[in-house]
């Protein structure tokens, strides 16, 4: 089992910027990315951004793409996702997920921490 636990979120006004970040703990070797997803009011949980554990390579959905950057802390088993200029459509609960590999279906999830972006 891993357990994620997230933390950062908060209010913000548009330009502004936060950073989240997601320390995991348990058999955190089982997984090899770290992702972010949201999920807006009313909408899908949406992918927005991921990092493998060993080499660091990174992906983005095109709607974050030089504004968010994703990083790792393997001493501290933490994720953190660096999030800038922030926009209203930005507004959504976020959510650390563990995979055992990129683009399949993540095996555990945070409870989320909620970011809301004010015009």
């Known amino acids: 089992q891993v357990q994620l636990v997230e933390s950062g979120g908060g209010l913000v006004q548009a330009g502004g910027s936060l950073r989240l970040s997601c320390t995991a703990s348990?058999?955190?070797?089982?997984?090899?990315?770290m992702a972010w997803f949201r999920q807006a009011p009313e909408k899908e949980r949406e992918f927005v951004a991921s990092i493998t554990r060993v080499l660091g390579l990174t992906n983005y959905a095109d709607s974050v793409k030089g504004r968010f950057t994703i990083s790792r802390d393997n001493t501290n088993n933490t994720v953190y996702l660096q999030m800038n200029n922030l926009k209203p459509e930005d507004t959504a609960v976020y959510y650390c997920a563990a995979l055992v590999t990129f683009g399949t279906t993540p095996k555990y999830w945070g409870q989320g921490t909620q970011v809301t972006v004010s015009s």
């Open positions: 348990g058999r955190t070797s089982s997984t090899n990315v």
